[in-house]
């Protein structure tokens, strides 16, 4: 393989990254519209959700309180910047990814000093538990919701054309259940590719599946799981689906699609058209709300909350909506940008 193949792999690499800082005064938000949290259950669901915004130089993790409309900084390190958070598919452990620098020299991704901490969300603490190392590139991906897989890539200046790839499992508690190493030959096994999470595809009582057919457009489909599966069109777009979740009680599906590809024309626009989130009615069979343009739209659901981030960069910004009633509730702007895995960034495509 020509170097040139070799370096446009590089290219295709995401960088995303963000800032922090600590005791920083409560923000107080609008609080015209009331929040409802009651799941179907009558239990409470979560009182507060952690994100990630710039503090200072750097990105940190603050803390927005549902009940009070109101958001403060969490943690940050002065030293390191987030790189990512990740809450489990039942949002009760998270993980932080941060770094002392990350960026791009020449074609190449880099990544330096990775470590991991662990969040305890029940008594509010962040605890260090590994140091990941330096690389091009450190994605992370929860399997299900007892492990938990941090995977950075290194370049081996020896071997141009190899790239070693570290997989660490651990557990929810932070405990290191394995630690592995590949090897990707380019020329043969071409770049690693970006480990992706289980999509929810079907239903929680399991009548309906989603159904994703790509060719020269995306065809998504809500499947009635009877003898007949009957297919309903949801959407057709040139977004490729990313993420599928459902209400706890299944009557509301929740579809994002993602285009931050070369190929996107608009992507640094200064409105580009790189995401959709909808909302689709089980019941009444038709997307009741959608959420178009920029960003990535990273969302996470809380009883009849819908939390999500729009834009990228210092355009970024929370959004809270109530899917149930149909209430925007809030949003959250913070200086420099904010989002709830990382600060949404436009991949550097450049050399």
């Known amino acids: 393989m020509s170097k040139l193949v070799i370096i446009s792999f590089f290219s295709l690499a995401i960088i995303i990254?963000?800032?922090?800082?600590?005791?920083?005064?409560?923000?107080?938000?609008?609080?015209?519209?009331?929040?409802?949290?009651?799941?179907?259950?009558?239990?409470?669901?979560?009182?507060?959700?952690?994100?990630?915004?710039i503090i200072g130089k750097k990105s940190g993790v603050y803390k927005y309180n549902f009940l009070t409309k109101s958001y403060s900084e969490f943690w940050h390190n002065e030293k390191e910047e987030v790189v990512e958070l990740s809450y489990s598919p039942n949002k009760k452990p998270a993980f932080l990814l941060t770094?002392?620098?990350?960026?791009?020299?020449g074609v190449f991704p880099f990544i330096n000093n990775v470590k991991l901490y662990s969040i305890s969300l029940d008594s509010n603490t962040v605890k260090f538990v590994e140091t990941i190392g330096s690389g091009l590139q450190i994605f992370s991906v929860w399997e299900n919701e007892a492990a938990f897989k941090v995977i950075l890539n290194i370049f081996d200046v020896a071997v141009g054309k190899y790239v070693e790839q570290k997989i660490k499992t651990f557990n929810a508690s932070g405990k290191k259940l394995a630690?592995?190493?590949?090897?990707?030959?380019?020329?043969?096994?071409?770049?690693?590719?970006?480990?992706?999470?289980?999509?929810?595809?079907?239903?929680?009582?399991?009548?309906?599946?989603?159904?994703?057919?790509?060719?020269?457009?995306?065809?998504?489909?809500?499947?009635?799981?009877?003898?007949?599966?009957?297919?309903?069109?949801?959407?057709?777009?040139?977004?490729?689906?990313?993420?599928?979740?459902?209400?706890?009680?299944?009557?509301?599906?929740?579809?994002?699609?993602?285009?931050?590809?070369?190929?996107n024309e608009t992507l640094y626009n200064k409105e580009p058209a790189t995401s959709n989130l909808f909302i689709f009615s089980v019941e009444n069979k038709k997307i009741v709300k959608m959420f178009e343009g920029g960003g990535i739209k990273n969302f996470m659901l809380n009883g009849n909350i819908m939390i999500f981030d729009d834009g990228f960069k210092?355009?970024?910004?929370?959004?809270?909506?109530n899917f149930r009633s149909g209430q925007m509730i809030d949003s959250v702007k913070i200086s420099g940008g904010c989002g709830l895995k990382n600060i949404p960034r436009i991949p550097d495509y450049g050399a």
């Open 99 to 105: 770094a002392h620098q990350s960026g791009k020299k």
């Open 179 to 263: 630690d592995e190493k590949k090897t990707y030959d380019l020329a043969k096994d071409g770049f690693p590719k970006i480990p992706v999470a289980q999509k929810k595809i079907t239903s929680p009582d399991k009548k309906y599946s989603i159904l994703s057919i790509d060719s020269t457009q995306t065809q998504i489909y809500l499947i009635n799981n009877n003898g007949n599966e009957e297919k309903k069109l949801i959407a057709k777009l040139n977004q490729k689906l990313n993420v599928v979740d459902w209400s706890a009680d299944g009557k509301f599906l929740f579809i994002s699609t993602l285009d931050i590809s070369p190929g």
């Open 314 to 321: 210092e355009r970024s910004k929370l959004v809270i909506y």
């Open 17 to 53: 990254s963000g800032c922090i800082r600590k005791n920083e005064p409560i923000k107080k938000m609008s609080t015209k519209n009331s929040i409802v949290l009651k799941d179907l259950n009558n239990t409470r669901a979560m009182d507060e959700v952690l994100f990630i915004g």
